[in-house]
Every structure is written in C-alpha cells, then in structure tokens.
C-alpha cells in the first residue's frame, strides 16, 4: 500500500507590494503636499499603502547659477521639507539659517543681491556644484544629496540637460514699477523673486526644454505608476515646464494609472505665489476649470475648492472626476487630508485609467 503523499506546506505569505505613486511637482507648494502624502500613506491602515513608494519629478527650470553655484530651487524645497530641515515659515532654504556669506558678498558688491543664499544652504550648492563639474548628472548628484536628508521618496530631476525659464517683460511706467522700464529678457528667478511678477510678462519659455531628454527613471516612473498626483504647484513654472520636456506628456497619456491633480486656485486666486500673473502670460483666466483644460489630454481627476465645482466639457472626453475638497493647507492635518483625497480619488479612478488611449 503507498503512503499517501503529505500535502506540501504552504507558502508564507508574500509581503504586500506597494502602491507605486509618481508625483511631478514644483517647490513650496508641492513639497507641503508631500509631505502631506507621506503623512497619510503612513498612517493608513491598508498594508500595500504604508508600504507606498512614492516617486517624484522635480521642475529644474527653476535653477539658476548664482555666483558660480548651480541651485535648483525646487529639487531643494522637496529635500530640505521632506528630509526635516526646511524653514517652515518661509517655505523654502534651510532653518535656522545665516547669512554671513551672502552679507560679505553684497558687502563686496557682488550681484544679484535680490537672491539671498543662506550659509547651510550654501554647503548644498557648493556639494552640488561640484559634482556636476566632475562630470556627474544632475540626477546622479541629487540622489547623493538625498543619501544625507533621507527625504522618504526617490526624487529625480526631470532632466539632466540644462533648462532655465526666462520671461519677457512688457514694458511698463518706470515710476510705477519701481524704476523698472520692462521691455526685456530676465531669467525667472529675477522676474519673482526681485520683481515679484509685478511686471506683466508677454512671454515664459524654458530654454532648453525642447532639446532637453527625460531623466533617466522619469518616464518608467510614469508609465509603472499605480496612481500619478499633480500636487497644487504653478501649473506654467512648475507642472507646466516638466510637461514641456519631450516623453512626459506623452507617458502620461499612455499610462495606464489614473492622473489626479489638486487645484492651484480657489475662487480665482493662487493659494499661494503668483500663478495668476504666470497663467495671465498664456491668456489662460484663473480658475479652476482653465488650470484643468492645461492637462486635458490626461488628466482624470481633480480636486477643487466647492466654490469652484464646475461640469467638465468636451475638452476632457467626457472622463474628468471633478471632486469639490478643502484645498487649504493650513496645517498638516489639512495636508495629509487634502493628499489622502487625492490618492483615495486616484485609487478609485483606476479601472478608468487603464481605457485611455
């Protein structure tokens, strides 16, 4: 008689894999939101969403060359708020910074003196800087800068190539603009920063985008994404300028994740910064509905204020989830409430995503 054979044993249970979320984002505004996102996916009850991997696209067009140092605004909002050294109340450079350096350069007369770089802040731009003239991509550099802040995501620039947007100015009445006659070419930096988008700008273009070549892990970021978020940044500086680099608006149409965005604007106003003047370059009004008509080749869902609920047309193919949310992030209870609706919006959304063409 033979033995009947013992049933084998059973597998131990695989660890549950992770949602993937790719997030493209700008500066301030973005990296709150991270961190929002990164709040809620920790103190979520499903395993696959505490086990999240969060993968982020940076805006570079930002960056600029300030006495011989390469800085990249963006990529270091997000390091510096999600890795714990940002200034909270200012929302951008590191806390509890100096400024001996920058005050020893202006007391040389060394311009600009509108852009101040903080001591520590200084350290990251001199780090990075260097690298780049041994020969290292941008990208290869701001993953050893993150071996330092630990930021919790995998951020990639969204392009090694050099990109840096510059705006044309109107001419305008000097004594009105504080002896700023307009009529020019400025980089970005200058036209915010000094001028604080007073001066109406005829034109923004990033120089270098249409050349420039995705990062590399930037379109499979995009195309392996389980839910791709827009976080509420500049939809023309910062969202706007990453879709400008060849491959990724073509990857977001072909993904098969959902695409879900948070309104920049409430009630026709930038939560923060001056999107307005931005969307004003491009004719574009400053509402809700017209930053969602940027994205409509691939955008499903997105969260406004309820002031600003409004039926989705044509434009969208009849596939935009409008979804009305407190869109103030004042505080991170907020944050992480405002992320978590958009990452509940994308989940739900994800049969939908797998039918665009």
């Not at 101040?116 to 993953?143: F, N, Q, Y």
Request: aromatic fraction near 4%.
């Amino acid at each position: 008689m033979t033995e009947a054979a013992s049933p084998a044993p059973a597998a131990p249970p695989s660890p549950p894999a992770g949602l993937r979320v790719t997030a493209l984002a700008g500066g301030v505004g973005g990296a709150r939101f991270l961190r929002g996102l990164l709040a809620a996916l920790r103190s979520a009850s499903a395993p696959d969403l505490r086990a999240a991997e969060v993968t982020v696209v940076g805006n570079t067009a930002d960056d600029i060359t300030l006495h011989g140092l390469r800085v990249c605004p963006d990529l270091d909002s997000v390091m510096y708020t999600l890795g714990g050294g940002i200034d909270d109340e200012r929302g951008w450079g590191r806390s509890d910074e100096t400024s001996g350096v920058a005050d020893e350069l202006a007391a040389y007369g060394q311009q600009p003196t509108w852009f101040t770089l903080g001591d520590k802040d200084i350290a990251t731009h001199l780090v990075r800087t260097r690298l780049l003239r041994e020969g290292l991509p941008l990208s290869e550099v701001t993953a050893r800068l993150c071996e330092r802040w630990r930021p919790g995501v995998r951020l990639l620039p969204m392009t090694d190539d050099v990109v840096e947007t510059h705006v044309d100015l109107a001419p305008v009445d000097p004594a009105a603009h504080a002896g700023e006659a307009g009529g020019r070419r400025v980089h970005f930096q200058e036209w915010w920063v000094r001028l604080h988008a007073k001066v109406p700008a005829l034109r923004i273009e990033p120089l270098g985008a249409a050349a420039a070549r995705p990062a590399p892990g930037v379109l499979e970021a995009l195309s392996d994404a389980d839910v791709v978020v827009l976080p509420p940044s500049n939809p023309v500086v910062s969202i706007g300028t990453i879709l400008q680099v060849p491959g990724v608006r073509d990857a977001l149409r072909a993904t098969t994740a959902p695409v879900v965005g948070v309104s920049p604007v409430i009630g026709g106003a930038p939560v923060r910064g001056m999107a307005d003047a931005c969307l004003a370059a491009l004719g574009v009004p400053s509402t809700a509905e017209a930053v969602a008509g940027l994205y409509a080749d691939f955008l499903d869902g997105w969260l406004v204020a309820e002031a600003d609920a409004f039926e989705p047309g044509g434009a969208h193919g009849g596939r935009l989830r409008v979804l009305p949310r407190p869109l103030l992030m004042s505080g991170p209870d907020a944050t992480a409430a405002l992320a978590r609706a958009a990452l509940d919006l994308g989940l739900a959304l994800s049969p939908a995503g797998a039918s665009r063409t």
